[in-house]
């Protein structure tokens, strides 16, 4: 994916993309339209209150300096206690709904963004790290949340604050209003001039957090790799080198961020102390009374107040302006692999898949299937075979429609996979792969996410066909046993047998399998190989073999090099050929020495 704007483009470009991206990230808050107008109406009520007792105040003191109506005196406190107590209970209600408000349209934004992550194509995950990935869901979501929890609040009682005390102080005195204002085109012009570094700095500093995740994250998932190879210092020489730009980016970002309050603060409080030495003067010459320069002292006093406030807060802001532009780049990105607007759902198949003059490329001009032609019959096991990179998987994925082709047809059951929809078309394709995955829950629930609405006694007896009901319930909970993290509490022929008895639970048409029995050892073999067959039996199937082994008895086999199909038949019939793959069989099991194959060591997608 793209870079973020602000962190590549000129800083126009980049001011003009984050206000755009904070109007579209506050959009999210009128979900709860009826309670924000709500909120607005409270905000305003409870800064006029708050406001109104400055006004109050000027009475009082001169109401003190002159009349000394005692009557009047404490009916003006009066007011003044009503005006807090108002402005107090509109403030808490306003910032209770604020909340609520603030927690939906988070939760929503959240749900959005993995929502929209679920519909998108295969080639988006072969190209965006799982690490980067993983800091746009967390670290940038938690910059907005930070934004939604304080500063919101923040920013609509300040705005409203300071229109009511700018209307307040000119009509106290419009000479004090004057030069109370003169203030604001300085504080704006330190900003801009600030944003203008801080911008394109916190969109490093969310660059390198995430650089600094994907590291992590691989690190932690290659674990073993590390130990193995002794490695643990390049390891956190990486994680260090990761972790000093992230700091020294961070660094930058927060001190450019800081620089605005303090200088805020000193240009504010100048501003009132030449409002009240001009004010002075004024009071000498009679201009304005005591009173009314009490008032506009405490007015300008709640005019700087939310100015501070504001700025304070401005770190906040663009930092979640950065973190919602980098979230917002995931949600407006569109998914390649589409329905057609004309699609519909597969009909129930019996498994006739026919492939014709298939071309295929990841990248457009570099093809990894040329001209591909073959059939499978309903029931039939279909064999893939050949070197690294061959395009053996490339097959299936394009099958069940990961990528779209460049030319050609495929068509199951006279049904083109491009005139269906993509989640029929895969409801009939069940899959094993090498490395079995298994989701943290219970081991009833792993089996139940192949089939909605699945039920326990359907779960049991395709847990006993895969010959695993028996390691089950020796498991401490039984069924409800929750796995940990990919299943690790379970031997990896076990989690291969769960993998098994769930596609059995999805019971569909075509099955695709992965070298379901490397790496394990032989009994464990013989039990996933028979949970295999039970899987297979009546489906057609589609094995890919590392291991030539697993498909002598497929009914055929397709030898795949360089994205061709070089050979195809029976295992005997491919045998007495004498070709690619008796070579290929012969270097792996008899041990001789075979002509030169061209191996191709790079992988299927190199994007």
Same mark, same amino acid.
Request: charged content about 20%.
């Given at each position: 994916?793209?870079?973020?704007?602000?962190?590549?483009?000129?800083?126009?470009?980049?001011?003009?993309?984050?206000?755009?991206?904070?109007?579209?990230?506050?959009?999210?808050?009128?979900?709860?339209?009826?309670?924000?107008?709500?909120?607005?109406?409270?905000?305003?009520?409870?800064?006029?209150?708050?406001?109104?007792?400055?006004?109050?105040?000027?009475? &009082?003191?001169?109401?003190?300096?002159?009349?000394?109506?005692?009557?009047?005196?404490?009916?003006? &406190?009066?007011?003044?206690?009503?005006?807090?107590?108002?402005?107090?209970?509109?403030?808490?209600?306003?910032?209770?709904?604020?909340?609520?408000?603030?927690?939906?349209?988070?939760?929503?934004?959240?749900?959005?963004?993995?929502?929209?992550?679920?519909?998108?194509?295969?080639?988006?995950?072969?190209?965006?790290?799982?690490?980067?990935?993983?800091?746009?869901?967390?670290?940038?979501?938690?910059?907005?949340?930070?934004?939604?929890? =304080?500063?919101?609040?923040?920013?609509?009682?300040? =705005?409203?604050?300071?229109?009511?005390?700018?209307?307040?102080?000119?009509?106290?005195?419009?000479?004090?209003?004057?030069?109370?204002?003169?203030?604001?085109?300085?504080?704006?012009?330190?900003?801009?001039?600030?944003?203008?570094?801080?911008?394109?700095?916190?969109?490093?500093?969310?660059?390198?957090?995430?650089?600094? @995740?994907?590291?992590?994250?691989?690190?932690?998932?290659?674990?073993?790799?590390?130990?193995?190879?002794?490695?643990?210092?390049?390891?956190?020489?990486?994680?260090?080198?990761?972790?000093?730009?992230?700091?020294?980016?961070?660094?930058?970002?927060?001190?450019?961020?800081?620089?605005?309050?303090?200088?805020?603060?000193?240009?504010?409080?100048?501003?009132?102390?030449?409002?009240?030495?001009?004010?002075?003067?004024?009071?000498?010459?009679?201009?304005?009374?005591?009173?009314?320069?009490?008032?506009?002292?405490?007015?300008?006093?709640?005019?700087?107040?939310?100015?501070?406030?504001?700025?304070?807060?401005?770190?906040?802001?663009?930092?979640?302006?950065?973190?919602?532009?980098?979230?917002?780049?995931?949600?407006?990105?569109?998914?390649?692999?589409?329905?057609?607007?004309?699609?519909?759902?597969?009909?129930?198949?019996?498994?006739?898949?026919?492939?014709?003059?298939?071309?295929?490329?990841?990248?457009?001009?570099?093809?990894?299937?040329?001209? @591909?032609?073959?059939? &499978?019959?309903?029931?039939?096991?279909?064999?893939?075979?050949?070197?690294?990179?061959?395009?053996?998987?490339?097959?299936?994925?394009?099958?069940?429609?990961?990528?779209?082709?460049?030319?050609?047809?495929?068509?199951?059951?006279?049904?083109?996979?491009?005139?269906?929809?993509?989640?029929?078309?895969?409801?009939?394709?069940?899959?094993?792969?090498?490395?079995?995955?298994?989701?943290?829950?219970?081991?009833?629930?792993?089996?139940?996410? =192949?089939?909605?609405?699945?039920?326990?006694?359907?779960?049991?007896?395709?847990?006993?066909?895969?010959?695993?009901?028996?390691?089950?319930?020796?498991?401490?909970?039984?069924?409800?046993?929750?796995?940990?993290?990919?299943?690790?509490?379970?031997?990896?022929?076990?989690?291969?047998?769960?993998?098994?008895?769930?596609?059995?639970?999805?019971?569909?048409?075509?099955?695709?399998?992965?070298?379901?029995?490397?790496?394990?050892?032989?009994?464990?073999?013989?039990?996933?190989?028979?949970?295999?067959?039970?899987?297979?039996?009546?489906?057609?199937?589609?094995?890919?073999?590392?291991?030539?082994?697993?498909?002598?008895? =497929?009914?055929?086999?397709?030898?795949?090099?360089?994205?061709?199909?070089?050979?195809?038949?029976?295992?005997?019939?491919?045998?007495?050929?004498?070709?690619?793959?008796?070579?290929?069989?012969?270097?792996?099991?008899?041990?001789?020495?075979?002509?030169?194959?061209?191996?191709?060591?790079?992988?299927?997608?190199?994007?």
């Amino acid at each position: 994916m793209t870079r973020d704007i602000t962190g590549t483009n000129g800083h126009e470009e980049a001011s003009v993309s984050r206000l755009e991206t904070m109007v579209r990230l506050l959009r999210y808050l009128t979900i709860k339209k009826t309670k924000l107008a709500g909120v607005v109406v409270l905000f305003f009520i409870g800064a006029l209150s708050f406001l109104s007792i400055s006004v109050l105040l000027g009475e &009082a003191i001169e109401n003190l300096t002159t009349v000394m109506d005692k009557d009047a005196l404490l009916t003006t &406190a009066l007011y003044m206690l009503i005006a807090a107590f108002v402005s107090f209970i509109t403030l808490f209600i306003a910032y209770r709904w604020l909340a609520d408000i603030t927690q939906t349209a988070l939760y929503q934004l959240r749900k959005e963004l993995f929502d929209h992550i679920q519909t998108l194509s295969l080639n988006f995950f072969d190209r965006q790290p799982i690490g980067e990935l993983m800091s746009r869901i967390t670290n940038d979501m938690d910059t907005v949340s930070v934004l939604y929890q =304080a500063p919101i609040g923040t920013l609509i009682l300040g =705005a409203f604050m300071l229109v009511i005390s700018v209307i307040s102080m000119v009509f106290l005195s419009w000479e004090l209003a004057i030069i109370a204002l003169l203030v604001i085109p300085l504080i704006l012009g330190l900003v801009w001039f600030l944003s203008k570094f801080a911008g394109p700095a916190f969109a490093a500093l969310q660059d390198n957090l995430a650089d600094l @995740n994907g590291i992590m994250e691989e690190t932690l998932d290659g674990e073993r790799t590390v130990i193995a190879y002794r490695q643990q210092k390049h390891a956190a020489d990486s994680l260090e080198d990761a972790s000093v730009r992230a700091r020294n980016s961070g660094a930058k970002a927060q001190i450019l961020s800081l620089v605005i309050n303090p200088l805020t603060v000193m240009s504010t409080y100048l501003d009132l102390a030449i409002v009240g030495l001009i004010g002075s003067v004024f009071v000498l010459r009679d201009i304005v009374s005591v009173g009314t320069l009490s008032s506009f002292l405490s007015l300008t006093l709640l005019f700087i107040f939310p100015l501070i406030s504001i700025f304070a807060n401005y770190n906040y802001i663009i930092s979640a302006a950065t973190g919602a532009s980098r979230v917002f780049k995931i949600i407006d990105e569109k998914p390649q692999i589409v329905d057609r607007p004309s699609a519909l759902p597969m009909k129930p198949v019996e498994g006739h898949v026919v492939f014709e003059e298939v071309d295929f490329s990841y990248i457009p001009g570099r093809k990894v299937l040329k001209k @591909n032609t073959f059939e &499978a019959k309903p029931g039939q096991m279909i064999g893939l075979c050949g070197p690294t990179g061959a395009g053996k998987s490339t097959i299936i994925n394009i099958l069940t429609r990961y990528y779209d082709i460049d030319s050609g047809t495929i068509v199951i059951d006279g049904q083109s996979v491009y005139d269906v929809t993509q989640e029929s078309l895969r409801k009939q394709v069940g899959v094993v792969l090498q490395e079995a995955f298994l989701f943290s829950d219970t081991v009833m629930k792993n089996l139940k996410y =192949a089939r909605e609405g699945a039920t326990d006694e359907e779960c049991i007896e395709a847990a006993k066909k895969a010959n695993c009901h028996e390691f089950i319930t020796r498991l401490p909970q039984g069924y409800e046993t929750v796995l940990s993290e990919r299943g690790n509490n379970l031997s990896q022929g076990q989690r291969q047998l769960l993998t098994i008895a769930r596609a059995m639970v999805a019971n569909p048409r075509m099955l695709i399998l992965d070298e379901a029995t490397s790496n394990v050892d032989t009994r464990t073999e013989k039990a996933i190989q028979e949970a295999l067959d039970n899987l297979q039996e009546g489906k057609t199937s589609f094995v890919i073999a590392h291991r030539l082994s697993t498909i002598k008895d =497929a009914d055929q086999i397709l030898v795949i090099n360089e994205g061709e199909i070089v050979e195809r038949g029976t295992h005997e019939e491919l045998m007495d050929r004498r070709g690619f793959y008796y070579n290929l069989y012969m270097t792996q099991y008899k041990g001789r020495v075979a002509e030169v194959i061209p191996f191709d060591d790079t992988e299927e997608v190199t994007i």
